[in-house]
């Protein structure tokens, strides 16, 4: 087995170890964002559960102090750009890269932009690329959340890193072009064995977020 198929593979068994594990979130999210016919409070709470599975509303956080329905706009902003939803990093082009990074950048926006009151204090929220993108992730599948597992992950493996740019997005395409033969395989196993089809966005997210996730061996498992 190839070091990326013991990668892949050991982050998606757990799913199958436990049927309610919160890696799912991702599945019932991203699921719910590529049917036809959504509705705008449901998806809400879809993403509302997949952040804060994936530890976006603890400690600090200024969504820890909202409703599920903070993400109104966002999400219908986000339903009208799935033109890059399921994008397939081995053929996109310079022009999708600058729409991901443009998409990175509203969503940010939006929230700093209109969130002002966090615990009756007005106060500036600190949208981070790791909340921006696995927002993305969860809803489109067109890029990777970039958390400090996923950044440790490309940067063992000497991949373009200097923050989120075009640079680095290019770099894991090129990645995936290298070894398109074993994520096109492990992408057919795991829809067999899910019913969904993973976009090849989240199969890079996957490889990498393991490789950083299995260098902190200490950290808890409910970490990211």
């Known amino acids: 087995m190839t070091d990326i198929s013991r990668k892949i593979l050991n982050f998606y068994s757990q799913l199958e170890v436990d049927k309610h594990h919160r890696y799912k979130s991702w599945e019932h999210c991203y699921s719910y964002f590529c049917k036809e016919n959504t509705e705008l409070d449901t998806a809400c709470l879809h993403l509302s559960f997949y952040l804060a599975s994936w530890g976006m509303y603890r400690g600090s ?29 081995e053929t996109a082009t310079e022009e999708n890269f600058t729409e991901i990074l443009s998409l990175i950048a509203w969503v940010k ?12 204090e007005y106060r500036l929220v600190n949208v981070t690329d790791t909340l921006a993108t696995k927002i993305i992730l969860g809803t489109l599948g067109c890029t990777p959340a970039y958390d400090r597992y996923f950044i440790d992950g490309i940067r063992k ?29 492990l992408s057919k196993d795991i829809s067999h ?14 490889y990498f977020w393991q490789i950083g996730f299995e260098n902190y061996p200490k950290l808890t498992k409910n970490e990211n």
């Not at 926006?109 to 009756?120: A, C, E, M, P, S």
């Not at 991949?159 to 894991?172: A, D, Q, R």
């Open 157 to 185: 493996k000497d991949l373009s890193y200097s923050g989120i740019n075009s640079t680095n997005l290019k770099s894991l395409s090129q990645f995936y072009k290298n070894n398109e033969a074993q994520f096109s395989s």
């Open 109 to 120: 926006n939006w929230y700093q932009d209109n969130i002002k009151l966090v615990k009756g």
């Open 61 to 89: 956080s200024f969504l820890l102090w909202k409703d599920y329905l903070i993400h109104k706009e966002v999400v219908s902003y986000l339903l009208n750009n799935r033109n890059l939803q399921g994008l397939n990093i």
């Open 193 to 206: 064995r899910s019913g969904i089809t993973y976009p090849s966005m989240k199969l890079i997210d996957m």
